[in-house]
């Protein structure tokens, strides 16, 4: 059994919330936390002995398939009220809808992966309605369902899920920023006075990182020897075949620290490269903008909703492998042969991303959860306010 990741590590901080409980599981990558709140509901009927009773049981169980588990009480009144935010659809987020529904609470989803789309980059296309009819079952069940763009938003209704807002498309400015730039990381790499693009991401076949490494390879064929390099960072499935694949002049990274060395890499680059279809967000396209990089990138999926043609980036039309592969080696060849250009994009790639910081994504959400609140309410009858509470991203 594959032992789950720490439980202590949190996206949200909620600030002045009152009394609660708050259950989180994290499993890997995936989180799904249960917000209990002792304030929301005094007519509600539940009893605190209940829901402790409940979140015994949800815990029992998810110990049980091996995740980590963490329990934080405080106690103050006698009744209780349950927020139940899954953010991942398989296994722990299935285990915060039956905690909700145990609980008689309202629940919220989010949507951020197009797992329809990856069976058939898995080779396995057969697979794609039985994913996606579970997919939609699942947020159909949801009082509203967060998806960070507006092509997913549209795949959301599509599937027949009724409440749909595109939220989460935050990106720490902060973190991801130009001054991180570094001459001693560049000279280290042997990277020196060279164009270097990167491209970040996890090495599988739904990334389409090969469709980056021939366009490359292209590329360098029509620019000055040793003028070029790639970066590659992230690690998965398809990294030893990519090492292959990969012509010279391409360095692979590993998976860097998010913290320090990421940042550094980044903002150490000339430019962002990304060829995926299957983006619900495309998030290392936001922390490309942060740090100061024009994007060039297919206009696929949530890529869409950041990347402007000629404006913050050069986008190339979603087609087939060779046409796209043509696309990008055009694009890459023109901005390396372009300084100023360069230039241009890169400053507007980084207003867009300072217009997607995480404090204005998580103002926005403070305000949905308590509309879905009110309307939830309103259908029980009640009538009690959310308490008090902000949300802000955990301190570093």
């Not at 994290?26 to 009773?53: P, Y």
């Not at 159909?140 to 749909?164: C, F, H, I, K, W």
């Not at 389409?208 to 360098?220: E, K, P, S, T, W």
């Not at 023109?334 to 204005?360: F, H, K, N, V, Y």
């Amino acid at each position: 059994m594959t032992q789950a990741t720490s439980a202590s590590i949190r996206m949200y901080r909620f600030q002045e919330l009152g009394d609660c409980f708050l259950l989180t599981f994290r499993h890997g990558e995936a989180t799904s936390r249960v917000l209990i709140d002792c304030g929301s509901f005094r007519n509600s009927g539940t009893s605190k002995t209940r829901i402790k009773q409940v979140v015994a049981d949800i815990a029992a169980q998810a110990k049980g398939i091996g995740l980590d588990v963490v329990v934080g009480t405080h106690q103050h009144n006698d009744h209780v009220s349950a927020f139940v935010h899954c953010e991942t659809e398989f296994m722990i987020g299935r285990l915060g809808q039956i905690a909700a529904a145990r609980a008689g609470a309202p629940i919220v989803t989010s949507y951020h992966t197009d797992f329809g789309r990856y069976t058939h980059a898995y080779g396995v296309p057969w697979l794609h309605s039985t994913v996606t009819n579970y997919l939609a079952r699942f947020h159909r069940r949801a009082q509203r369902t967060y998806t960070p763009s507006e092509p997913a938003r549209q795949d959301l209704l599509n599937m027949g899920v009724a409440d749909v807002e595109v939220w989460g498309r935050g990106v720490d400015v902060e973190l991801f920023h130009p001054t991180k730039r570094s001459t001693p990381l560049r000279e280290s790499l042997g990277l020196a006075e060279k164009f270097v693009f990167i491209h970040v991401g996890r090495l599988a076949a739904e990334k389409n990182v090969h469709v980056v490494l021939d366009a490359f390879r292209q590329a360098r064929e029509l620019l000055p020897r040793g003028s070029v390099h790639l970066l590659v960072a992230g690690n998965g499935p398809a990294e030893l075949d990519l090492r292959r694949r990969a012509p010279e002049s391409v360095t692979f990274l590993g998976n860097l620290d998010r913290q320090n060395r990421l940042p550094d890499t980044y903002a150490s680059a000339d430019a962002f490269v990304f060829a995926s279809l299957t983006e619900t967000l495309g998030l290392v396209v936001l922390e490309a903008m942060a740090s100061g990089l024009p994007v060039v990138a297919v206009a696929a999926g949530g890529v869409v909703d950041h990347l402007r043609d000629e404006d913050n980036g050069l986008a190339v039309p979603p087609a087939g492998l060779t046409t796209m592969t043509n696309g990008l080696k055009e694009r890459m060849v023109r901005l390396a042969r372009d300084p100023a250009l360069r230039r241009s994009l890169a400053l507007a790639a980084r207003r867009t991303a300072e217009g997607r910081s995480w404090q204005c994504e998580l103002d926005r959400l403070e305000q949905s959860y308590r509309e879905v609140h009110a309307a939830w309410l309103t259908r029980r009858g009640a009538s009690a306010p959310l308490p008090s509470f902000s949300l802000a991203r955990e301190p570093r």
